[in-house]
Nanobody, 125 residues
Framework: QVQLVESGGGSVQAGGSLRLSCAAS????????MGWFRQAPGKEREGVAV????????DYVSSVKGRFTLSQDNAKNTVYLQMNSLKPEDTAMYYC??????????????????WGQGTQVTVSS
C-alpha cells in the first residue's frame, strides 16, 4: 500500500521560506515521478512541481520557478520542496503525490494517483 506523509507546512510572512517534506513508502520509489500540488480555498487544485525520481530532474509551474526547489533523498525515499520568497498567493493546502498507472491527474508528463493528506501553507502580507 502506497503511503505519502507530508510535513513542514506552517505560517510565514511574505518573503519568508518553508520546506515541505514528503516521505514515501509502499512502492518502487526510484523509477517514478513525485509531485507537489496545491489547492487554495475556492480554487481548483493545481500542480506546482515534479521530480523524476529516477534521474532527479525537476520541473515547475511558471508561477514558482526561481522560488521553489525540489530535491530528494533516495535513502529516505523522501522529496523536499524548498519554498523561498513566499507570496500571499502561495497560501494553500499542499499535497504530495506519486505516480500511479491508472491515476487520474496528469501533470508535466506524469500520471498521479496516490496522494498525501496535505499540509497547510499560509503566507501573510
Amino acid at each position: 500500500q502506497v503511503q505519502l506523509v507530508e510535513s513542514g507546512g506552517g505560517s510565514v510572512q511574505a518573503g519568508g521560506s518553508l520546506r515541505l517534506s514528503c516521505a514515501a513508502s509502499g512502492y518502487t520509489y526510484s523509477s517514478s515521478c513525485m509531485g507537489w500540488f496545491r489547492q487554495a480555498p475556492g480554487k481548483e487544485r493545481e500542480g506546482v512541481a515534479v521530480i523524476y525520481t529516477g534521474g532527479g530532474s525537476t520541473d515547475y509551474v511558471s508561477s514558482v520557478k526561481g522560488r521553489f526547489t525540489l530535491s530528494q533523498d533516495n535513502a529516505k525515499n523522501t522529496v523536499y520542496l524548498q519554498m523561498n520568497s513566499l507570496k500571499p498567493e502561495d497560501t494553500a493546502m499542499y499535497y504530495c503525490a506519486s505516480e500511479e498507472r491508472y491515476g487520474s491527474t496528469w501533470f508535466l508528463g506524469c500520471r498521479f494517483g496516490y496522494w498525501g493528506q496535505g499540509t497547510q501553507v499560509t503566507v501573510s502580507s
